[in-house]
């Protein structure tokens, strides 16, 4: 049994700042892609940022230089630190990562989500 849990989201004034933690936790060999996602009202769940096993990263293009994905992989954990917050962040975010199992198989996991809100 895999479960991954989102923490960290909250609501803040524009130009603030929040930290998502997700954590997997659960009978788990091995974690390869994590990466958080968004989806606000209306809109499609949206690529924010990711995070390969060998560290390399990828940003969408409206959040590039304001958030900083990272991993723990002693924890099971990936982070997503958000500052300068705008508006238009605002959405429910999502923690998804690649799991190996203690079977070997790979599959996808996805937390429940945490909402961001920023004001004006």
């Known amino acids: 049994q895999v479960q991954v849990v989102e923490s960290g989201g909250g609501s803040v004034r524009s130009g603030g700042s929040l930290t998502l933690t997700c954590v997997a936790s659960?009978?788990?060999?091995?974690?390869?892609?994590m990466g958080w996602y968004r989806q606000a009202p209306g809109k499609q769940r949206e690529l924010v940022a990711v995070?390969?096993?060998?560290?390399?990263?990828n940003y969408a293009d409206s959040v590039k230089g304001r958030f900083t994905i990272s991993r723990d992989n002693a924890k099971n954990a990936v982070y997503l630190q958000m500052n300068s917050l705008k508006p238009e962040d605002t959405a429910v975010y999502y923690c998804?990562?690649?799991?190996?199992?203690?079977?070997?198989?790979?599959?996808?996991?996805w937390g429940q989500g945490t909402q961001v809100t920023v004001s004006s």
């Open positions: 995070i390969t096993s060998g560290g390399s990263t």
């Open positions: 659960g009978h788990i060999f091995s974690i390869n892609g």
């Open positions: 998804n990562a690649a799991i190996r199992g203690a079977a070997g198989q790979s599959n996808w996991y």
